[in-house]
């Protein structure tokens, strides 16, 4: 009888015949925090992976990918492994012998002829990152999203008082005063931590490009620290400020809660990398 085999027809007209794999398996070695030694990881064992994937002559059944990021970049020295329709996740992948429990599952799994989960060695790096999948613990997690909505630069909503007053870094750093008042160090702007930084000159920004007046940002700001006062206990300023900046942009529609809170959730796990 005849194989029946896998053509494919190529643009050029070429009939292929294209293996289909029982498995892939995805190493990151060179993303943005996997291998980095520099930056205190661990290597990645590619060399391992590779004479494994040899030695066991799992070509055209699982195929080895060795390349850059794969996604979740809160952890490091990730791998992705593909069986059956079903992917696994395993992080710290940082010995060679992590990568050879990896092989001896696999190969576990062809004697049984079925996807099998993750052996003692590895569960404990073995964790979720598909969000079809369950956690391997079984606990929900709320992050289901849809597409998301088209982002939009900022532009000055419609309705807004036309030729509001502008002010520079400086004249606004001069009507901070009071309540309002910036903290300061022998003059000098302080700030403790780096993302205080990025959120004073967010909104000076969106304040030149005429997003808001900074009046209602000052006096919207008082009222937040007038609240955190009242509240009792200490409070940091630039923490009323940031919520300050949210709620004049939820007030003017540059940014809508949702939008805010898909960022957040983009930084929480992981999604996008903090800018120094």
């Not at 896998?6 to 292929?16: A, K, L």
């Not at 790096?125 to 939009?152: E, K, L």
Request: with cysteine; charged share 20%.
């Amino acid at each position: 009888m005849e194989r029946r085999r896998n053509i494919v027809v190529r643009p050029d007209g070429r009939r292929v015949n294209v293996a289909r794999f029982r498995g892939h398996l995805f190493v990151c070695e060179s993303g943005c925090c996997c291998g980095r030694t520099a930056d205190g990881f661990a290597p990645v064992p590619a060399g391992t992976f590779h004479a494994e994937w040899e030695r066991r002559r799992l070509r055209n059944i699982v195929h080895l990918t060795i390349g850059g990021c794969l996604g979740p970049c809160a952890l490091a020295n990730v791998a992705l492994l593909l069986f059956d329709g079903q992917a696994q996740w395993f992080h710290s992948v940082d010995s060679e012998a992590v990568a050879v429990a990896i092989y001896d599952h696999v190969d576990a799994m062809l004697d049984a002829d079925a996807c099998l989960p993750p052996p003692p060695a590895l569960a404990p790096r073995h964790f979720t990152a598909s969000a079809w999948q369950a956690r391997p613990d079984g606990s929900p997690v709320d992050d289901y999203r849809p597409r998301r909505a088209a982002s939009h630069g900022c532009a000055v909503p419609s309705g807004m008082a036309a030729g509001a007053a502008t002010w520079s870094v400086d004249h606004v750093v001069a009507a901070m005063a009071g309540q309002a008042a910036l903290p300061r160090k022998n003059g000098e702007l302080v700030f403790d931590e780096p993302w205080q930084g990025r959120v004073f000159g967010m909104a000076v920004a969106l304040h030149e490009q005429g997003c808001f007046d900074w009046e209602e940002f000052r006096q919207t700001l008082i009222r937040q620290v007038q609240a955190a006062e009242g509240r009792g206990g200490a409070f940091v300023y630039y923490e009323i400020w940031l919520a300050t900046f949210e709620e004049v942009l939820a007030r003017k529609q540059i940014v809508t809660p949702g939008e805010l809170e898909e960022t957040t959730y983009q930084f929480e796990f992981g999604e996008r990398d903090d800018v120094f």
